[in-house]
Nanobody, 129 residues
Framework: QVHLVESGGGSVQAGGSLRLSCAASGLTFSSHCMGWFRQVPGKEREAVAALYTAGSVTYYADSVKGRFTISHDNAKNTLVLQMNSLKPEDTAMYYC??????????????????????WGQGTQVTVSS
């Protein structure tokens, strides 16, 4: 059984930084896709950043490029999202997601929540102006 547990959310002023972590367990493939999504009430969940653990492929939403960095610690199977220069519009519930093996978006396109069968419970990020 796959478990994803997020931590590191909180409240910060605009321009500040937060670091989100996602501890994964139960994934059986040696490589997999993992990502961070976010959602605000009344809007669809959107992909923020994602990666394929066996390669150098990463995805970033245009709105976070240059400010957020996604990384994966293979030994600990932990996904990290370093968020710098935070803006009020980054306020959302952030979710960690995982998929066994490789996904189509690694080759071309962008990840969607339909690509990921496993989800964490979410962690709230609030950025005040």
């Amino acid at each position: 059984q796959v478990h994803l547990v997020e931590s590191g959310g909180g409240s910060v002023q605009a321009g500040g930084s937060l670091r989100l972590s996602c501890a994964a367990s139960g994934l059986t493939f040696s490589s997999h896709c993992m990502g961070w999504f976010r959602q605000v009430p009344g809007k669809e969940r959107e992909a923020v950043a994602a990666l394929y653990t066996a390669g150098s492929v990463t995805y970033y939403a245009d709105s976070v490029k240059g400010r957020f960095t996604i990384s994966h610690d293979n030994a600990k199977n932990t996904l990290v999202l370093q968020m710098n220069s935070l803006k009020p519009e980054d306020t959302a519930m952030y979710y960690c997601a995982a998929e066994e093996g490789i996904s189509d978006w690694v080759v071309a396109g962008a990840p969607s929540d339909a690509d990921f069968p496993y989800w964490g419970q979410g962690t709230q990020v609030t950025v005040s102006s």
